[in-house]
C-alpha cells in the first residue's frame, strides 16, 4: 500500500491480489460494481484517504473493497469501469 500526502488531496494505492486456485468476484461497495478476478490476477485500487477506512472482506468466491472515494481499478494498464460513470463520494460514516 502506498500512501501519498505531497498532492492537495491525500490518497492511497492498494494492491489486492487473487491468491486462491479460481477466479472469484471483486466487489466495490458502495457502488455495487463487480468485476471477474482471475486466478493469480493483482489489482491496484487507487482511492481518496479521506471518508470511511478502506476495508477488505474476503469471502467464499468474493473479494470485497468498502471504500468512500475511489479514483480508478486497473488489472495492468486497463482501468476497470473506466468511462461508464463517474463514482461519487459516498457520504461519511455516521459516529458510533
Same mark, same amino acid.
Request: aromatic share 10%; glycine share 10%.
Given at each position: 500500500?502506498?500512501?501519498?500526502?505531497?498532492?492537495?488531496?491525500?490518497?492511497?494505492? =492498494?494492491?489486492?491480489?487473487?491468491?486462491? *486456485?479460481?477466479?472469484?468476484? $471483486?466487489?466495490? @461497495?458502495?457502488? +455495487?460494481?463487480?468485476?471477474?478476478?482471475?486466478?493469480?490476477?493483482?489489482?491496484?485500487?487507487?482511492?481518496?484517504?479521506?471518508?470511511?477506512? =478502506?476495508?477488505?472482506?474476503?469471502?467464499? *468466491?468474493?473479494?470485497?473493497? $468498502?471504500?468512500? @472515494?475511489?479514483? +480508478?481499478?486497473?488489472?495492468?494498464?486497463?482501468?476497470?469501469?473506466?468511462?461508464?460513470?463517474?463514482?461519487?463520494?459516498?457520504?461519511?460514516?455516521?459516529?458510533?
Amino acid at each position: 500500500m502506498t500512501i501519498n500526502q505531497g498532492t492537495r488531496e491525500p490518497f492511497v494505492t =492498494l494492491l489486492i491480489q487473487n491468491t486462491r *486456485d479460481v477466479a472469484v468476484t $471483486f466487489c466495490l @461497495e458502495p457502488w +455495487g460494481e463487480e468485476y471477474p478476478m482471475p486466478h493469480g490476477a493483482t489489482f491496484r485500487i487507487v482511492a481518496h484517504g479521506r471518508g470511511w477506512p =478502506l476495508e477488505v472482506h474476503h469471502g467464499h *468466491d468474493r473479494i470485497t473493497l $468498502f471504500a468512500a @472515494e475511489v479514483e +480508478g481499478i486497473f488489472h495492468g494498464q486497463e482501468e476497470l469501469g473506466a468511462g461508464l460513470w463517474k463514482r461519487e463520494a459516498a457520504p461519511p460514516t455516521p459516529p458510533p
